[in-house]
T-cell receptor
Framework: ETGVTQTPRHLVMGMTNKKSLKCEQH?????MYWYKQSAKKPLELMFV???????ENNSVPSRFSPECPNSSHLFLHLHTLQPEDSALYLC?????????????FGDGTRLSIL | AQKITQTQPGMFVQEKEAVTLDCTYDTSDQSYGLFWYKQPSSGEMIFLIYQGSYDEQNATEGRYSLNFQKARKSANLVISASQLGDSAMYFCAMRAPYNTDKLIFGTGTRLQVFP
C-alpha cells in the first residue's frame, strides 16, 4: 500500500453514538493532520501531530478527540456530535513541517450525523 | 490576515486546450509557500505543485505550471493540454509564515473539461 489511507470512507451516526475515524500513512512521514471540509467552505485545520505529539489544536470542540499512537497512525474519536459536524474529514501527512513540504491527503471520511 | 481568494467558482475548457485558474493571496509575511491541490469527486486532495516566495522561477510539474506574480500577490495555475481526467475541484493554498503547520485554503474552482 502507498499513500494515506482513511477508513471508513463513509460513516452515518446518530448524535449519541461514539465512533472513530482511522488514518494510516505509508510514506514514512513524521507529521499528521486532521482537516474538516464542509460544503462551500475552505478546508479547516483541526489538529496537527508532529513526532506523535499534538502541536496545534485550532479551537476544536471537545467532542472531537484525536489520538496519535505512532507516526504512521492517527485517529479521530467522535462522541455526541451535532448535525453541523456532518462533513468530509481529511487526514494528511508530511515529511517534516518545513514550509516547502507538501501535505499528502487521504480520500477522506464522509461523515453524516442524523 | 492570511487569506486565499479564488474568484472563479467554475471554469469550462475544451479538451487539449490550456486553462488558467486564478489565485490571489494576502499575507504580510515575507517568507511563505504556495500550493495547488486537485480534488476529484472521490474526495482525495492531490498535491500538484509548489512555489516558494523566494523562488525566482515559476514552478512547473508536467502539464502544470504556476504563474507567480509576487508584486500582484497572485499564483495562478496553468494547465496545458487539458484532459477529461482533469475535471475536478482545484484548491490554492498558502503556508504563511513559512514554518507554520497551517495551510490556508481557498474556496476552490470547479474545472470541467469537455470533449
Amino acid at each position: 500500500e502507498t499513500g494515506v489511507t482513511q477508513t471508513p470512507r463513509h460513516l452515518v451516526m446518530g448524535m449519541t453514538n461514539k465512533k472513530s475515524l482511522k488514518c494510516e500513512q505509508h510514506l514514512g512521514h513524521n507529521a499528521m493532520y486532521w482537516y474538516k471540509q464542509s460544503a462551500k467552505k475552505p478546508l479547516e485545520l483541526m489538529f496537527v501531530y508532529s513526532l506523535e505529539e499534538r502541536v496545534e489544536n485550532n479551537s476544536v470542540p471537545s467532542r472531537f478527540s484525536p489520538e496519535c499512537p505512532n507516526s504512521s497512525h492517527l485517529f479521530l474519536h467522535l462522541h455526541t456530535l451535532q448535525p453541523e459536524d456532518s462533513a468530509l474529514y481529511l487526514c494528511a501527512s508530511s515529511q517534516g513541517r518545513e514550509g516547502y513540504q507538501p501535505q499528502h491527503f487521504g480520500d477522506g471520511t464522509r461523515l453524516s450525523i442524523l | 490576515a492570511q487569506k486565499i481568494t479564488q474568484t472563479q467558482p467554475g471554469m469550462f475548457v475544451q479538451e487539449k486546450e490550456a486553462v488558467t485558474l486564478d489565485c490571489t493571496y494576502d499575507t504580510s509575511d515575507q517568507s511563505y509557500g504556495l500550493f495547488w491541490y486537485k480534488q476529484p469527486s472521490s474526495g482525495e486532495m492531490i498535491f500538484l505543485i509548489y512555489q516558494g516566495s523566494y523562488d525566482e522561477q515559476n514552478a512547473t510539474e508536467g502539464r502544470y505550471s504556476l504563474n507567480f506574480q509576487k508584486a500582484r500577490k497572485s499564483a495562478n495555475l496553468v494547465i496545458s493540454a487539458s484532459q477529461l481526467g482533469d475535471s475536478a475541484m482545484y484548491f490554492c493554498a498558502m503556508r504563511a509564515p513559512y514554518n507554520t503547520d497551517k495551510l490556508i485554503f481557498g474556496t476552490g474552482t470547479r474545472l470541467q473539461v469537455f470533449p
